[in-house]
C-alpha cells in the first residue's frame, strides 16, 4: 500500500458525551476506541475521529458492527429516542462509516466489543510468542546489518537503534506494509469512501488488547523525508493529526541531513524566505528534531542515506520473510474462522479491515513482549516518539 504523504492514525480514542434523552447513565456504557489507517481528504468534521466523537456515534457503531438493523432495532436495544438514533445515523453516513440497505444499517468497518476480545485473545498472544521468538533469534543478523551502516559514526548505539529497528521499520512498517503487499496478506486497497479519503476503520470497545499502539506520520518530498513513530497517547496533542511537516520543513531538515549549518546558511542554500526559515526551525527544535546550539543548527536524528537503506532493507526484508511464513500464512485460515466465530459474516466486505487489524494487534502484543522481556528498549519515556529520517525515495513505498 503506498503511504507516501500518508498520515497513519492507529488505536486513539475519543471519550463521547453523555447520550441525549437516554434512559441509562452513561456508565452502562463503553466508549470505543476508533483507529483508521489509509488516507483521509475530506471535510474535517467528517474524518473518523470527529464524527465519532460522540459516545452515541460509538455505541452505534458497536450495535451494528455485524449485522444490518433499523433505527427502532438500534433505539431499542440501545434504549435511546429513535429521533437522536437517526441523526446520529445520518450523520455517520454522511461520513461514510455506516451503509444503509433497506432503511436497515450495518457499519463500514470493524468495530470489536468485549465478547469479541475473549475469542481473540488467546489466539493473538499465541501469534505474538511466536513472532517474538523468531525476532529474538534475529537480533544478532540485525546487529551485523547495523555494524555495516552509518548510524554509528552518527552517535547512535546499536542499543538506541534496536527498537527503532524492530517495532519501526521491522514490524510496522516493513512486515506489515512491504511485506504483506509482496505475500498478499491484508494487502488490498483501502475502501474509497465518496470524496473522504481511501482508508479502513478498526473500534475496539473498552481496553485494548494491546499495552502499546504504534502509529507513522511520514512526511517525504522527492529528496528523504521524515516520520515520528508514536508508541503511547499520553498527550493528545502530540496525536500525529497533531504534528505535519510542510515542504518548507523537509526541505530545512533534509539539507541538515548532510552537515550542521547556521541560519543564514540554511536561507541562502534553501532559497527561502527568511521568516519561514525561523518558523520552520522554531517548530524543528521544539520537536527535538534538531539542535540549535551557538547558533549551529544540527538534526539528532538516525538517518537512513542511501547505503544504510539497501543494507537495513535487505534485512528487515529477510527477517519479515521468516515471520510470514512461519507463523502468518499458516493462519490465515484461523483468523477467517476467527472473524465468523465472532458473528462477522453479514459484513463480509469489512473481512480485510478485521485480518488487518488482527495482524496490528497481534505486532504491538509481540511489541510488548519483546520490551517486557528486556529484549528491546522501552518506548521513550520524556516524548512519546521516536523521530527518523532518510534521503532519496523512502524505502518503505517501493
Not at 511466536?130 to 540485525?142: K, N, P, R, T
Not at 537503506?309 to 528487515?316: D, S, V, W
Request: hydrophobic share 40%.
Amino acid at each position: 500500500m503506498k503511504r507516501k504523504f500518508i498520515i497513519l492514525l492507529s488505536i486513539f480514542s475519543f471519550i463521547g458525551i453523555i447520550f441525549t434523552g437516554c434512559k441509562r447513565n452513561k456508565n452502562d456504557y463503553n466508549s470505543v476506541e476508533i483507529s483508521m489507517c489509509g488516507s483521509y481528504y475530506g471535510d474535517y468534521n467528517l474524518n473518523p475521529y470527529t464524527s465519532t466523537k460522540k459516545l452515541i456515534a460509538q455505541q452505534i457503531l458497536l450495535n451494528i458492527a455485524k449485522e444490518y438493523k433499523s433505527a427502532d432495532d438500534i433505539s431499542n436495544e440501545l434504549s435511546v429516542n429513535k429521533i437522536f438514533i437517526e441523526d446520529e445515523l445520518m450523520y455517520l453516513k454522511k461520513a461514510d462509516l455506516v451503509k444503509e440497505y433497506k432503511g436497515k444499517f450495518i457499519a463500514k468497518g470493524i468495530i470489536i466489543g468485549n465478547e469479541d476480545k475473549k475469542t481473540i485473545k488467546p489466539f493473538v498472544h499465541q501469534i505474538a510468542e511466536q513472532i517474538s521468538e523468531i525476532i529474538i533469534e534475529e537480533l544478532d543478523s540485525l546487529k551485523l546489518a547495523y555494524n555495516k551502516c552509518s548510524f554509528n559514526e552518527q552517535g547512535f548505539t546499536w542499543e538506541e537503534m534496536k527498537s527503532l529497528f524492530v517495532y519501526t521499520q521491522l514490524l510496522d512498517l516493513n512486515l506489515i506494509d512491504r511485506g504483506f503487499l509482496e505475500h498478499n496478506i491484508a494487502s488490498g486497497n483501502p475502501p474509497i469512501r465518496k470524496n473522504l479519503g481511501e482508508f479502513f476503520i478498526h473500534g475496539i470497545e473498552g481496553e485494548p488488547l494491546e499495552k502499546y499502539s504504534v502509529s507513522h506520520n511520514i512526511c517525504a518530498i522527492d529528496s528523504g523525508g521524515c516520520a515520528i513513530l508514536f508508541c503511547n497517547w499520553n498527550d493528545k496533542n502530540l496525536h500525529p493529526s497533531k504534528i505535519r511537516f510542510s515542504d518548507d520543513d523537509l526541505i530545512l531538515l533534509i539539507s541538515l541531513y548532510n552537515r550542521e549549518k547556521t541560519e543564514r546558511e540554511l536561507i541562502d542554500e534553501c532559497n527561502l524566505n527568511e521568516e519561514d526559515v525561523q518558523g520552520s526551525l522554531k517548530k524543528l527544535v521544539k520537536l527535538g528534531i534538531i539542535s540549535d546550539k551557538c547558533n549551529i543548527l544540527k538534526t539528532v536524528i538516525p538517518v537512513y542515506y542511501s547505503q544504510d537503506c539497501q543494507i537495513m532493507l535487505k534485512a528487515f526484508d529477510n527477517i519479515s520473510a521468516k515471520i510470514i511464513n512461519k507463523t502468518c500464512k499458516p493462519n490465515l485460515n484461523s483468523i477467517k474462522k476467527l472473524f465468523y466465530d465472532c458473528g462477522f459474516g453479514e459484513n463480509k466486505e469489512q473481512y480485510e479491515a478485521f485480518e488487518r487489524e488482527i495482524f496490528v494487534i497481534i505486532v504491538n502484543i509481540a511489541t510488548q513482549i519483546l520490551i517486557e522481556g528486556n529484549e528491546i528498549p522501552s518506548p521513550p519515556t520524556q516524548a512519546p516518539w521516536i523521530v527518523w529520517g532518510w534521503t532519496g525515495n523512502i524505502i518503505w513505498d517501493e
